[in-house]
């Protein structure tokens, strides 16, 4: 399978430990987009890479959360301290931008859904 | 801030009705994007939109892109309980400074029954 693969699918942990999730993207794809959704809610953007470089982040990613692609193949968030309202499904999405007649059509990977206790 | 208003956000058909999904926003997409998630996965892309007043179909859905690229719609001939799940359109706003993150409607849940 050559699709978006996020590790792990669920966790389950207490208020205030530091927790982190990893995505890979398809293969050839350079752009990496992380995303949020709670229940009955669209995904909220979080933060997107272009390769290795962080290029945008959203308000909603608080100094808690720290998202690194080192190599600019896989892709790493931690959320430290996590909180009841940290609860949510975090996905992960890679695209290949508008090269090759692409109009920066997003993939997303199965997602990790976090529950903080 | 740019919204995306998606409607309804229910439905609840018998199987072989048809049915319309609706997407709005004041701002201009420069595409725009359908979505089907199912419980406890991510979203799989059904379509991408670009050009004004584009229709697009696959088997029984019909997708179109309206003339100002404002407002998209999702049309179902004939559905089947195997089309339940959560419909999510998704635009990319043109302008402004963004690097091509996606914003998400609420997303319509349908529930077709046999």
């Known amino acids: 399978d050559t699709g978006v693969s996020q590790d792990p699918r669920h966790k389950i942990t207490k208020r205030g430990q530091n927790v982190t999730f990893r995505c890979d993207p398809i293969s050839e794809h350079n752009r990496l987009y992380w995303y949020r959704q709670t229940l009955g809610q669209g995904p909220e953007f979080l933060t997107y890479f272009q390769n290795e470089a962080q290029l945008e982040k959203s308000r909603l990613l608080s100094d808690r959360f720290s998202a690194e692609r080192p190599k600019g193949s896989f892709s790493t968030l931690e959320i430290q301290r996590t909180e009841q309202g940290d609860s949510a499904m975090y996905l992960c999405a890679s695209s290949l931008g508008w090269a090759r007649g692409s109009y920066n059509e997003q993939f997303f990977g199965p997602g990790t859904r976090l529950t903080v206790l | 801030t740019q919204l995306l208003e998606q409607s309804p956000q229910f439905l609840s058909i018998q199987e072989g009705e048809n049915l319309t999904v609706y997407c709005n926003s004041s701002s201009v997409f420069s595409s725009l994007q359908w979505y089907r998630q199912e419980p406890g996965e991510g979203p799989v892309l059904l379509v991408t939109v670009v050009t004004g007043g584009e229709v697009k179909k696959l088997k029984r859905l019909t997708f179109q892109f309206g003339d100002a690229r404002k407002d998209s719609s999702l049309h179902i001939t004939a559905a089947q309980p195997g089309d339940t799940g959560l419909y999510l359109c998704?635009?990319?706003?043109?302008?402004?400074?963004?690097?091509?993150?996606?914003?998400f409607g609420q997303g319509t849940i349908l529930t077709v029954h046999p």
């Open positions: 998704a635009g990319l706003f043109a302008g402004g400074t963004s690097y091509g993150k996606l914003t």
